[in-house]
């Protein structure tokens, strides 16, 4: 935990000036409330022993000053807060993706075989990180400055004073957020188990609801739903009994803190050992001086959400590539003929082999389909071949050379994938097939398109190939999507060819219109066909039926 | 910023809380006052009187009293404002789960789910904030500076006006700086999550990047516009918090005017130390609801954001009126014709009818076949079969009664489904299986897995009947999902079947298997088949082929090949292709 947080402050580092800046006006924020009520009770202490107008006169420009600067210091502090709260949340993305990108997608996806929602969380969880200045790291800091400030000042009239004032600061600063988040540190985790226990009921009871309805059991899922629901709220109803607590101890400590500092002060003045016009500043510079530690039990509960985001990132970023590339990578071959040699391969030393032993040839120009059925390693041919994880037993030659000696950028270059998962960002389509060639020019990505046999649904649509995609736009049916990869993969114009369950998901129309567009294409490409279905295979130069391991 | 109506009444009745957090808001703003004029006598005798602590002990004791009463008071408040919103999201989240059956699956289904979900949870959740937090806060905001201000002016008149000015110009020029300002910082909000939204889609491309080796440049992109955000808005806060900046001035200002007419007048004898001393702390006590509400107007906002969200929901129009009991089922026993008469249907707000006059019948013991292109209404169809939607025109029969004679819960117990996608819930095989018999014993789980052909792969698994399925436990195949669909029907056991086949996803060995169970399923019972799978039309004793929701055709299997049209078109290219593979 304390390495998380060493580790989440040293990519705060680099803003350490603006940080600096937004405490101090933090600080001075405070300041002008303590000020503001500090010289009001000593001018009004003064005025009440009746002396010349002159003597007043410090005191008033005093009042008026901090009148006026409290407002402009809490507007710069909230400015350049904000600032620092962008420049941490730009910084973490950066820095997010530049640790990720050579781990995609081998460690990504190995850490994601229980959840589909790993990515989503990790941008939930930099959304919570960007907040760490504003809600965590600044009110502490703030409360220090002020702490110490007063401390010295409080100190110059008499040590006591000074002592009982520090006293209930930190009880109020650092008592009272322990003792609250001890008091809710298992309730708060009972309450996110309880909330997803609801939400996975009530994603069944909603994306479920067809086979609910057909079988006659909703009401059984709405009684479920509905136990969770109050089970939920009876728990955050011991969770707002904590946080009224925590909130009247603040400011019951707060008022005790005056009342303390009120008698010792009096007892002062009484041996002549403070002047009598101090008693009202003292009280009220307490008083307003906790608005600096009123904030900290927030900012405890925000710190330990920030280092459980934290260390999930952390968690990820610190795999070690599945592959490495080479340090005197081969250039690219001119022949692209493949042969697989004696190739086993297991995901994990631990889990069983998911290939075994596997051999082929495909020459170039050729084409090979491997067919079999889910579960037996198709899709690991491909990871393997594109080197997004690498084997250790056997071979894997390309142009006759051993494939872990090329970089896995430059094989990037030579082969196309077209698959089930390709991803369609939420941009242009234009934007979108360009990705495969960003110099391409606009008859050239149209030319692709045609090929594609989705130039004219393109053209039919509104903004043409301007046409966003994606949640804000255009929602593309599969076949669209699949030819859309097509398109893609022709602009791209990469001897290799791999089609990884290239039409499983469409309609036999749609599959017939898409085989066709491939169908040109694949023509002189060395092609490599993945599939569960015998409907792809009839332009092909040799099958190869895989079934479970210890195959072939 | 308001709560919809329609949210509000649906939540019950809030009005008792709301009337105790008045209540001790009252007496909160009793106790600041007490709390200004017990210090400032305090004060006063220390300073001026020259009071030993002996002769304060009593108002210092009074003090005490006032502390522990304030603390007390706000634990208070928090816990009924916490018991508002409880009442309120536990109500909304049942009548938003029971109008969500009501609507069914043609209303839930598809890409509105995740919404609907997130509704469910984290939207009736943002109204926690508006019960809990800004509501109690508008009390406050209305109770405590009116209490203050009576205090004030029965002390001193002219500070009294000071506040009455300087009252009203808060929230003016909060509501003339702010509002505006809100507007943008709110559209900046959405935008944050726009470029959210954004990083999360290059996360997931990040595969698709990298083989088109355009992912290290994204580095660059990501960088480029996180950076152009946070300069549009930064000029756009800019304004924004001007609306906090006019509140402290405000605040701070007119205290330091009252503590600067008040010192003023102190001098030339024209009010006691203690009156001016007394104004002066209650002064700050004035704005601090107002400030406070400012903090808490965020949660406000999230709360009547997800308020229109819910409201629309549960505004949505019922689809059909489900009065009948459910205790009245049709007899699952002796033959079951079912006929469809000029049925047609047409989704709300969509102009052209999904199904058209659509009469066709199934006799007893019948497999009936229902081809078509994607879109050509024959998911619609089964769904109407299934009460899901009810017909715009036209009439179910089952034997000599129409379906609507029961209630749509009561007509579903005669019906098996094997969908398309069965969903498969978080829970054990077993209960998945027992979802069409909750009541069913082990055995008869047992013997349902067996006639779909999933006994052996169930015992493969890690726990058998008893894994878990889902997010926490074992994923299953495509073709595995469908095999336990297949053990639901058999152990729902009905005279009446609808097969909605999924028709990719499934390599030979499943098909197989599932070909083999779905036949056993089929005997002696009445059933409707939607497929494009060839080895099922072939067995149909009658295949109708759909088309924009017509029937444009009809026949048997040989009888359709003969004639041109969209059944060879469907069926043609498949057929040419698998005779090559066989």
């Not at chain 1, 469409?506 to 569960?532: N, P, S």
């Not at chain 2, 009337?19 to 006052?33: D, E, P, Q, R, S």
């Not at chain 2, 954004?198 to 990298?210: E, R």
Request: charged letters at 15%.
């Amino acid at each position: 935990m304390k390495n998380t947080l060493l580790r989440l402050l040293g990519l705060v580092v680099p803003f350490k000036g603006w940080i600096a800046l937004a405490i101090l006006l933090g600080v001075a924020t405070v300041g002008s409330g303590v000020g503001l009520l500090t010289t009001s009770a000593y001018l009004i202490s003064a005025a009440a022993l009746h002396p010349s107008v002159a003597v007043l006169s410090v005191a008033i420009v005093g009042v008026r000053f901090f009148g006026i600067t409290r407002g402009i210091f809490r507007y710069l502090e909230r400015y350049v807060s904000h600032m620092v709260t962008f420049k941490l949340l730009a910084r973490l993305r950066v820095w997010f993706y530049q640790a990720v990108e050579p781990l995609a997608p081998a460690r990504l996806l190995e850490k994601n075989y229980h959840s589909g929602n790993l990515l989503g969380r990790v941008v939930s969880d930099i959304e919570t990180l960007q907040e760490f200045y504003v809600r965590v790291l600044a009110p502490p800091l703030v409360a220090v400055v002020v702490g110490v400030v007063l401390w010295f000042w409080f100190g110059a009239y008499e040590a006591t004073l000074a002592l009982t004032f520090l006293t209930f600061f930190i009880l109020a600063g650092v008592g009272v957020p322990v003792l609250a988040y001890i008091l809710s540190r298992k309730l708060g985790q009972d309450i996110i188990s309880q909330r997803s226990e609801l939400a996975v009921e009530i994603v069944d009871g909603i994306q479920g609801m067809a086979d609910l309805l057909a079988f006659g059991q909703e009401h059984q899922q709405a009684a479920r739903i509905e136990k969770l629901n109050r089970q939920l709220l009876k728990l955050q109803r011991r969770q707002a009994w904590v946080k009224g607590l925590q909130e009247s101890l603040g400011n019951i400590l707060m008022n005790l803190a005056a009342w303390s500092m009120f008698i010792i002060a009096s007892g002062l003045v009484r041996d002549n050992k403070l002047e009598p016009i101090y008693l009202a500043p003292i009280l009220l510079a307490t008083l307003a001086s906790f608005e600096a530690v009123l904030p900290l039990p927030l900012a405890m509960q925000n710190l330990s959400s920030c280092l459980e985001a934290a260390r999930r990132l952390f968690e990820l970023v610190d795999a070690k590539p599945a592959v490495v590339s080479p340090a005197n990578p081969l250039p690219l071959p001119n022949n692209y003929s493949l042969s697989v040699k004696n190739l086993s391969f297991a995901y994990q030393s631990d889990q069983p082999l998911v290939l075994n032993n596997l051999s082929f040839e495909l020459s170039q120009g050729h084409t090979l389909a491997i067919v079999g059925t889910s579960g037996v390693g198709k899709s690991t041919i491909v990871n393997l071949l594109l080197r997004f994880w690498d084997y250790n037993q056997g071979q894997i030659l390309l142009g006759g050379q051993e494939l872990r000696d090329y970089s896995p950028d430059d094989l990037h270059k030579i082969i196309s994938v077209i698959s089930q998962t390709t991803h369609l960002f939420n941009t242009s389509i234009r934007e979108n097939i360009l990705l495969a060639r960003p110099a391409a020019t606009q008859d050239e990505i149209e030319s692709a398109a045609r090929q594609a046999q989705i130039h004219n649904f393109i053209q039919s649509l509104p903004q043409g190939y301007d046409t966003r995609i994606g949640e804000q736009g255009l929602r593309l049916s599969g076949g669209e999507r699949q030819r859309l990869a097509i398109a893609r993969a022709i602009l791209k114009d990469a001897p290799i060819l791999i089609l990884d369950e290239a039409t499983s998901n469409l309609d036999a129309l749609t599959e017939h219109e898409v085989l066709l567009a491939l169908e040109k294409f694949q023509q002189g490409r060395t092609t490599l066909i993945i599939t569960h279905r015998p409907v792809e295979l009839e332009k092909v130069d040799e099958i190869l039926v895989l079934k479970g391991v210890a195959q072939c | 910023m308001k709560l919809d109506k329609r949210v509000l009444r649906e939540a019950g009745n809030v009005r008792q809380y709301l009337f105790i957090v008045a209540g001790l808001g009252t007496i909160a703003g009793l106790l600041v006052v007490s709390q200004a004029y017990l210090l400032s006598q305090v004060v006063n005798g220390a300073f001026l009187v020259g009071s030993t602590i002996s002769q304060l002990w009593p108002l210092l004791v009074g003090l005490l009293v006032v502390f522990v009463g304030r603390s007390l008071i706000s634990w208070a408040s928090e816990i009924v404002g916490n018991r508002a919103a409880e009442q309120v999201k536990g109500n909304l989240r049942k009548s938003l789960y029971q109008r969500l059956l009501q609507l069914g699956p043609g209303y839930t289904r598809g890409e509105r789910s995740g919404e609907l979900t997130n509704t469910l949870t984290s939207g009736v959740e943002a109204l926690d904030g508006y019960f809990s937090q800004y509501l109690p806060q508008m009390f406050l905001t209305v109770i405590i500076p009116l209490m203050v201000l009576v205090a004030t002016f029965a002390t001193d008149l002219l500070s009294g006006i000071v506040l009455l000015l300087t009252a009203p110009i808060l929230p003016f020029f909060m509501a003339l700086v702010g509002w505006a300002a809100e507007a943008k910082a709110k559209q900046q909000f959405k935008s944050l999550s726009l470029l959210s939204a954004h990083f999360l889609d290059v996360l997931q491309g990040l595969p698709t990047l990298k083989l088109l080796g355009r992912s290290q440049a994204q580095t660059e992109i990501i960088g480029r516009i996180s950076e152009r955000f946070r300069k549009t808005t930064m000029s756009v806060l800019q304004v924004a918090f001007l609306s906090s900046l006019v509140m402290e001035l405000g605040a701070t200002l007119s205290t330091a005017i009252i503590a600067v007419e008040i010192g003023l007048r102190l001098l030339y004898s024209q009010i006691s130390f203690e009156a001016a001393f007394f104004v002066l702390l209650l002064a700050p006590e004035f704005y601090l609801p107002i400030r406070a509400l400012g903090t808490k107007y965020h949660a406000g906002m999230a709360g009547s954001g997800a308020s229109k969200r819910i409201a629309d929901i549960l505004d949505t129009p019922l689809p059909n009126d489900n009065t009948l009991p459910v205790t009245q089922v049709p007899s699952k026993t002796g033959p079951q014709i079912i006929r469809f008469e000029g049925v047609s249907f047409r989704y709300p707000n969509q102009e052209q009818l999904t199904l058209e006059n659509i009469t066709f019948e199934i006799k007893p013991g019948q497999k009936v076949a229902l081809v078509g292109p994607t879109g050509s209404g024959k998911s619609t169809l089964a769904s109407v079969l299934l009460r899901f939607n009810e017909p715009y025109a036209g009439q179910i029969w089952q034997n000599d009664n129409p379906i609507t004679l029961w209630s749509a819960a009561g007509w579903r117990k005669n019906v098996a489904v094997v969908p398309q996608n069965p969903y498969l819930f978080n829970k054990s095989v077993a209960d998945n299986i027992r979802l069409a018999k909750p009541e069913a014993t082990l055995e008869e789980v047992v013997q349902a897995a067996r006639l779909a052909n999933a006994h052996e792969f169930i015992l493969g698994l890690p726990q058998g009947y008893n894994t878990l399925i889902g997010e926490r436990g074992a994923r299953l195949s495509g073709g595995q999902a469908q095999r336990l669909s297949l053990a639901r029907a058999f152990l729902k056991n009905t005279p009446l079947l609808i097969l909605d086949e999924a028709t990719s996803n499934l390599d030979f060995e499943n098909q197989a298997l599932i070909m083999e169970a779905t036949r056993l399923l089929m005997l002696d019972r009445t059933t409707l088949i939607i497929t494009h799978r060839l080895s099922t039309v072939r067995d149909a004793d009658q295949i109708f082929v759909l088309e924009n929701g017509r029937i444009v055709d009809f026949g048997n299997h040989a009888a359709l090949l003969q004639t041109e049209g969209v059944y060879q078109d469907l069926l043609g290219v498949r057929s040419e292709v698998r005779g090559v593979a066989q």
